[in-house]
Structures are given as structure tokens and as C-alpha cells.
């Protein structure tokens, strides 16, 4: 057994692990303020962008979902790997050797999630050696039918797998992976006689995730007596799961981030031909239809996030057939299309040719003009519709208006919306408010099946299935509750404590050494940013020092730890004269009102005392006087 890493190893470790570059293979980030990246939460579904990271310190924080951690939990959270595992993951990357108490060893636990990706790996490498073999001559023959050399082959990692039940199995096995492993990462399959390879005399594309490990495979029949499926893929697996992978995204990812357009196309070789093409933001699935969870995935890349500037709107493009198999497809994706923010179109190409065939008969130009000349979803669902009725009679023209307004329905934009109808009435050669006329009549269709169907369901006045009460209100949590900034009020003496408590978290280092006790000690009226507060002023030492903010998140009670992480993180914006006026600012602004406060208070108590008194009296003044000398240099400061 391993003993237990070293604390200084593991710190070392995580310091030297960039959060922004882990974090941007899952999520594309973008500024928000001053040392602050934002981007869609990969932990919840979401619009608008809450997850934030903070690359000073080290951690990410989502306002949305209340996830946060640093580099290390981030990585265990994404791919469910333990502790141990993800530090020696990172040591490997970064060629750092980890010591170990009790004088332990590293030992990677058998049929872990490391194993499993390092067995993929092994077999991709295995496939792409074999493809120089004169025995993969069909594979061979295939890409180069296809317009692919082995240079293109290189790129996508294309190999091929031996026409022998074991000879994957036996090269893994001299590498170390039981049978076990291999099987639990979908390279063996069990038969009556034991494992055996799973792919045999085909041709194999690596599916990797979004970071570019290899997760599973794709496998392309060539050989006539091969009595499987034309395309056969990794099964479920540990790290392989088909709902969440799109095939070429770990090469797309950067073009995809940055054109904020992505290109969804049907098989491997497509893939393959649009970025040969020039058209670098092109993947597909793998073995599955476009669902939810690849749209989820492809929206942190895509950074799709709601806006009313539709220029700011990123493309997602379907490419479809069109034999009917394609037709089926594009529904499925119109199905989905509300969950994107962006806009979202179909091309398809003239003959029905794909993207790979389209290559290899008109050449690259022809891909590239495929993509430029593509169509608005709506356009093509309402037109795909209209088509299927003879628009030549009265009876025809009547049911493809009928049949429109459920499309209709859908569009979000109200503008657009009537664009589309006046569209449709054309199309038909019906007036506009015909087209309106069976909108709203199926609006009202199901508005009447919906009311039917909730009076059919018990408990009338509950939330059915949503897992609270009949009231609505959410269920206590066990233990003390934990208090969060959307929790503190949006008053402006709160948010003056709150941004300079948030400056003197995140950027203590710039606050002025005579302002850092006077700023720690000013009146906090908000009771649990006046706690935060009081973590600051006990390790006020360390407040220039790189983890203040986690020092002081252990000081405070543990309900307010997640607060300060929240503060730790929370943008803060830069006023014309740089970062360290703001923050030099906002503190004395503190200050300036704690003084105001104390003053008006002295004022108070000389105004009611009693003549007869006047060594009180002298007291007050002074100390007044003193106040406002303190305010004149503070002014001076800000």
C-alpha cells in the first residue's frame, strides 16, 4: 500500500497546476474584472455564466450551484477520481516526484479511472502501429479511397486492430493490464472461452474527452466476412459514455472557443474531412444521436451564453443527409435546439453527398462553401413541414398551415416569430393572419390538454416530482446552514462592507499598511460579513500573503466558510485608476464611514450631557477634533 503523500509535495503540486489551463479544457472562460474568469458552470445547467475562477488563489467558485474548490478538487469532481490519484496525475505531468510518509510508495489501485485511461492509451498507441503493417492494407485502402494519407491518419490517431482475438489482449498484458482492466475498459469482451478482442480486422478511431485522453473507440468494418455491425463502439464504461462524448472536440475545442461556432457532423471521416478543409470546429457522436448531455458539454466550450446582441450569439451548424435516416436526425436536433442560446442552422449538401464524399468529389472548397451557405433552423424545419403537403389544393395549403404552427411555437423571439409566419403565409400563399389564426388554435389545444391533464394527477397544490413539499418550500438542511453571498442584502451599506471585505480578501497585498488594522476594525453592520471581518483582523499578518483568503476561512465558523470562498472569488471590477486605487478606495470608503458613524455618535452623547461635566465635555471635543483630523488624511488616500 502507498503511504500518504507528503502536505509539502501536495502543496507544490497544486501550486504549480494552473486552475485556468485544467479548468479551460472543460469550460471556455472569459474576464470579469479584475483578476476574475467566468464562464458556464460544467456542474449545472445554465444560461448565463456563474462559475468563476480566480487565478491568484487558486480556486473556482460557482454562484449558481454553490460548487467550489482548487485544482486538485476540480479535477476529482469532473472525472471522479480520488485525491491520491489526481495529485500523482498531475506529479506525472509535471514531472514532480512525490515522497511518501511511512516510507509508502506510489501503487495506482488496480482498475482505477488512471488504469483504465492508461490501458486506452496503450491500445490507441497498439492500433496506430499496426496500421503500418502490411496486414492493415483494407484499412489502408480505405482512408486513401477516402482522400486520407497516413499523415491525416497521424492527426486523428487512426489505427487498426488485427484481424486475432488476443493479439490486443496479449501486448496489454505484457504492458502490465489484467484482463480485468482491459475488460472494464471496453477493449476485451467476455465469450464462453474467456476474453477475447474486442475489435478485430477494422479500422479504429480513438474517442477522447475534451482534455484528449483516450476514453473508447470507433471501429469501421472492412473485411466481407465480418459479420458485425458496420460500426462498432467501446461499450459503457467507466470513462467511456457515448451520451457525453463528441468526437473531435478535444481537436476543436480552441477554434470552437474562439469562432464561438461549432460544426455538428455525422461520422468520423466527416469529421475528418471538414478540418482537412479548413472547417477546424466540425465534431460528431459516437454511435448515438445529438442529446442533452452533448449539448451540455458543448455548451461550456462554446461559452453559450444568453444576450440581447444577437451579433454576440455564437453558430451551431447540423449537418444532415438527406435520406431519411437524416431527416430523423435533424428533428431530434430541432428538438433540442431551445436549450442553446445560440443561433443554430442546417446545411446540406447538393446530391446529398456528406462532408467526407463532398471532399473527395468537389474538393475543400466545396466543404467550406457547405458551411457558409447554411440555413437557419427555423427556415429549414418550416420548410421541411410545408413540403410534405400539395400545395396545389385548398386542402393541401390548409394542413401544412396547420402542421407549421407547432414550429412556430417554438420560436423564442417575438420579432422573429412574425418574420417566420409572414414567411410561411407566403410560402402557402395564405394570408399572414391565417398562419396566426392556427397558431393560436393550437396554443389553445394545448393549453386545454394541459389543464385536463392536471386534473387528472393527485395531490392538487403540491409541486408533483420536484422532491419538496406541498408548500414549495425547500427542505431544512441537516446541521447549521450554510451562508452564502446571495444571502447578504442588496442595501448600500452592505455592499460597500461587501466590496471591501472583497478587496481585502482578494487583493490585500495593495491595501496601504496604515489602512489594513483601520480597515479590519471599521463597523460592519451586516452580521455575517462583520464575522468575515473579524477573520480578517485575526490573521491580518497574512494578509499579503498568497492563501490569506483560506486562512481566514478556517478561522471563521464553519456555516461562514463557504462565504468567505464566495467573497474570495467574487468579481470585482477596476475603476479607471487601476486596480490598486479601487481597492485603496473602497477600504478608506470603510473607514471614512466608520468615522462619519463614531463622530455623529460622539456629537450625540456632548449634545446630552450635562452641564457640570466639563472634563467629559473636553474629552468628546478631542476626540472629535481627532476624527475629523483622521478623515482629512483619509480623504487625501483615496
Not at 471591501?500 to 491595501?511: D, F, S
Amino acid at each position: 500500500m502507498a503511504g500518504r503523500i507528503r502536505r509539502d509535495d501536495i502543496d507544490e503540486v497544486r501550486s504549480r497546476m494552473s486552475i485556468v489551463d485544467v479548468v479551460s479544457d472543460h469550460v471556455t472562460l472569459k474576464s470579469a474584472g479584475v483578476g476574475s474568469l467566468k464562464g458556464l458552470c460544467p456542474f449545472h445547467d445554465e444560461r448565463t455564466p456563474s462559475f468563476h475562477v480566480r487565478p491568484a488563489i487558486g480556486r473556482y467558485h460557482c454562484f449558481g450551484c454553490g460548487e467550489d474548490g482548487d485544482v486538485i478538487g476540480f479535477v476529482m469532481a469532473m472525472d471522479h477520481t480520488s485525491f491520491t490519484e489526481t495529485v500523482e496525475r498531475f506529479a506525472a505531468q509535471l514531472g514532480v516526484t512525490l515522497r511518501y510518509e511511512d516510507g509508502g510508495a506510489p501503487q495506482i489501485e488496480a482498475g482505477s479511472r488512471l488504469r483504465l485511461l492508461d490501458a486506452s492509451k496503450a491500445a490507441a498507441e497498439f492500433f496506430q502501429a499496426q496500421l503500418l503493417t502490411p496486414a492493415a492494407e483494407p484499412g489502408q485502402r480505405f482512408l486513401g479511397e477516402r482522400g486520407f494519407d497516413l499523415d491525416a491518419a497521424r492527426r486523428f490517431g487512426v489505427g487498426f486492430a488485427p484481424q486475432s482475438y488476443d493479439a490486443l489482449r496479449s501486448h496489454l498484458r505484457g504492458q502490465g493490464f489484467t484482463d480485468d482492466e482491459q475488460l472494464r475498459a471496453g477493449l476485451l469482451s467476455e465469450g464462453q472461452r474467456g476474453p477475447y478482442d474486442r475489435f478485430r480486422g477494422r479500422l479504429v478511431w480513438p474517442i477522447r474527452d475534451v482534455t484528449g485522453a483516450t476514453v473508447g473507440f470507433g471501429a469501421r468494418k472492412l473485411l466481407d466476412d465480418d459479420q458485425g455491425p458496420k460500426y462498432l463502439n467501446t461499450p459503457e464504461t467507466t470513462i467511456y459514455h457515448k451520451s457525453q462524448v463528441l468526437y473531435g472536440l478535444d481537436l476543436a475545442k480552441r477554434d470552437i472557443s474562439k469562432s464561438r461556432e461549432a460544426v455538428i457532423v455525422e461520422g468520423y471521416t466527416d469529421v475528418m474531412a471538414c478540418h482537412l478543409a479548413g472547417v477546424t470546429t466540425a465534431i460528431a457522436t459516437c454511435g448515438t444521436s445529438f442529446g442533452v448531455d452533448h449539448i451540455k458539454v458543448l455548451r461550456r466550450v462554446l461559452g453559450d451564453v444568453s444576450t440581447s446582441d444577437t451579433t454576440a450569439l455564437g453558430r451551431v451548424v447540423f449537418t444532415f443527409d438527406p435520406d431519411e435516416a437524416g431527416q430523423k436526425a435533424a428533428s431530434r436536433a430541432f428538438a433540442e435546439e431551445q436549450r442553446f442560446a445560440a443561433q443554430t442552422f442546417v446545411a446540406v449538401a447538393p446530391d446529398g453527398l456528406d462532408p467526407c464524399d463532398l471532399r473527395l468529389q468537389r474538393g475543400d472548397d466545396a466543404v467550406r462553401r457547405l458551411i457558409e451557405t447554411r440555413r437557419p433552423m427555423f427556415e429549414f424545419m418550416l420548410r421541411r413541414v410545408v413540403d410534405a403537403f400539395d400545395l396545389e389544393t385548398v386542402e393541401g395549403r390548409v394542413q401544412a398551415t396547420r402542421a407549421a404552427a407547432p414550429v412556430l411555437a417554438t420560436i423564442r423571439d417575438r420579432a422573429l416569430a412574425e418574420g417566420y409566419q409572414r414567411q410561411v403565409s407566403g410560402w402557402l400563399g395564405v394570408e399572414p393572419r391565417d398562419v396566426h389564426r392556427a397558431l393560436q388554435a393550437w396554443r389553445a389545444q394545448q393549453g386545454r390538454q394541459s389543464q385536463q391533464g392536471q386534473a387528472g394527477r393527485p395531490g392538487q397544490g403540491g409541486q408533483q416530482g420536484s422532491g419538496r413539499p406541498a408548500t414549495g418550500q425547500a427542505p431544512a438542511e441537516q446541521g447549521e446552514p450554510r451562508v452564502t453571498m446571495q444571502q447578504l442584502p442588496r442595501d448600500p451599506a452592505t455592499i460597500l462592507e461587501r466590496e471591501a471585505i472583497v478587496a481585502m480578501l482578494q487583493q490585500g497585498a495593495l491595501v496601504p499598511e496604515p489602512l489594513r488594522a483601520r480597515g479590519a476594525m471599521a463597523h460592519v453592520g451586516d452580521a455575517s460579513l462583520r464575522i468575515v471581518r473579524d477573520g480578517i483582523l485575526a490573521e491580518l499578518d497574512f494578509i499579503a500573503a498568497s492563501g490569506f483568503s483560506e486562512r481566514v476561512a478556517a478561522v471563521v465558523p464553519p456555516p461562514i466558510a463557504p462565504l468567505v470562498r464566495e467573497l474570495a472569488i467574487a468579481p470585482m471590477v477596476a475603476g479607471p485608476r487601476g486596480v490598486e486605487a479601487s481597492v485603496r478606495g473602497v477600504v478608506v470608503s470603510l473607514i471614512l464611514r466608520d468615522i462619519l458613524r463614531e463622530k455623529a455618535e460622539l456629537l450625540g452623547q456632548l449634545y446630552r450631557l450635562r452641564e457640570g461635566d466639563p472634563a467629559a465635555a473636553r474629552r468628546l471635543t478631542t476626540r472629535i477634533d481627532e476624527l475629523d483630523a483622521e478623515r482629512a488624511r483619509m480623504e487625501e488616500q483615496r
